[in-house]
């Protein structure tokens, strides 16, 4: 067997692995909220910039927009937000917290805090540096420059 086909060797099945221990080391923290991640990740993209289009919820989030109809129905169906035709883009629509999608962010707010005690093995230097290293990688597999054809 090639070395490249060994698992071990995978840098994607790293973060696979990475990935999923992030959603259940946050499943508690968010319990209270009635949220998963990926809700809580629209909620935090809210909390910092209320009232925006679809297109610049998806665009700051960088979830897919299949994954975000079903995010932005389910965070609706609980109360946070609220979803609304553009005055000036009727095709458009814009979300919106809901008073209760607002408070929440009381309630969330010592949850990275929270997450920062799981992670008390890497550095703070270490966090930063493994941080921009996942957006150079995330940037990279944006603007593929391989032919596989």
Not at 110 to 134: F, K
Request: hydrophobic share 40%; charged share 30%; proline share 3%.
């Amino acid at each position: 067997m090639s070395d490249a086909l060994k698992l071990e060797n995978q840098l994607c099945h790293r973060f696979y692995t990475v990935s999923n221990a992030f959603s259940r080391a946050y499943r508690p923290l968010l319990k209270s909220l009635d949220i998963t991640y990926p809700q809580y990740v629209v909620m935090m993209a809210l909390w910092e910039q209320d009232d925006i289009t679809i297109s610049e919820l998806l665009r700051r989030t960088r979830i897919d927009g299949g994954a975000m109809t079903l995010i932005l129905r389910k965070l609706q169906d609980k109360g946070y937000l609220a979803l609304i035709a553009d005055k000036h883009d009727k095709r458009s629509r814009r979300v919106t917290l809901t008073k209760t999608g607002a408070d929440a962010k009381a309630h969330a707010k010592n949850i990275p805090h929270q997450m920062v005690c799981n992670l008390n093995t890497l550095t703070a230097d270490e966090a930063i540096q493994l941080r921009d290293l996942i957006d150079k990688l995330s940037d990279c597999l944006d603007k593929p420059v391989c032919d596989f054809e």
